[in-house]
């Protein structure tokens, strides 16, 4: 079946460092990758949507600069969240697509110090 | 911007009793797909459900919704609640077929008491 992993699961950085989180999809080709926040309290708000051999799409409120991501071939992602302080805390979702349905992966924690 | 809202944030019920979470959206796009999603604690969404074509019900695990674009809304119901439909369930939006972008609605906690 078609399953999304996500590590790590939880992450403690202090204030100011960075902090790199990897998606891979397994069992189907993704044609899409999607990286989601939920900051506590909140659900699920786009960063940025990813397609294989595409420029990368960011959100308002959301940039290159911040959260630089990397899609290399069609089963992995991985998104670096930089100069990360307190308000970038929550919960950080992959979504990748293959057919009709997007798959999800667990989540990166993130807590910031 | 696209926008989904869920109303009751949290519901509670006994078991047996009927299930309806309530789901409206607002988008430009006259194609848009809907979808319900389940969300247990430290695992992935998974999908519950997706819209079809206008009026037209989907059901999948006793759980169905009809899309009704004159009223903008994608209501999940169920004709009776089990223990294990307890859950986060998220409405989610796509504009059009395989965008890979989806808009939540800020999620409605079911818990379902014996």
């Known amino acids: 079946g078609a399953l999304v992993y996500q590590y790590p699961r939880r992450t403690i950085c202090k204030s100011g460092t960075s902090m790199r989180m990897e998606c891979q999809a397994v069992?189907?080709?993704?044609?899409?990758v999607a990286w989601y926040r939920q900051s506590p309290q909140k659900t699920f708000e786009l960063i940025a949507l990813?397609?294989?051999?595409?420029?990368?799409?960011?959100e308002q409120n959301f940039t290159q600069e911040k959260f630089p991501i990397s899609h290399p071939n069609l089963s992995f992602s991985s998104m670096t969240v930089l100069n990360a302080y307190l308000e970038d805390r929550g919960l950080y979702l992959c979504?990748?697509?293959?057919?009709?349905?997007?798959?999800f992966g667990p989540g990166t924690r993130l807590t910031v110090l | 911007g696209d926008s989904v809202t869920q109303t009751e944030g949290l519901v509670t019920l006994t078991e047996g009793l009927p299930v309806m979470l309530n789901c409206t959206y607002q988008?430009?796009?006259?194609?848009?797909?809907l979808f319900w999603y389940v969300h247990y604690l430290n695992e992935s969404p998974w999908l519950l459900l997706r819209?079809?074509?206008?009026?037209k019900r989907t059901e999948h695990q006793g759980f169905h919704a009809t899309l009704h674009k004159s009223s903008s809304s994608f209501h999940l119901q169920k004709s009776s609640a089990q223990l294990s439909d307890s859950a986060l369930y998220y409405c989610?939006?796509?504009?059009?077929?395989?965008?890979?972008?989806?808009?939540f609605g800020d999620g409605t906690v079911l818990t379902v008491k014996p």
């Open positions: 979504g990748a697509t293959g057919g009709y349905e997007q798959y």
């Open positions: 069992g189907f080709q993704a044609t899409s």
């Open positions: 990813s397609t294989v051999n595409s420029a990368i799409k960011y």
């Open positions: 988008t430009i796009y006259s194609n848009a797909f």
């Open positions: 819209s079809s074509t206008d009026n």
């Open positions: 989610a939006l796509s504009p059009y077929t395989n965008t890979g972008k989806l808009t």
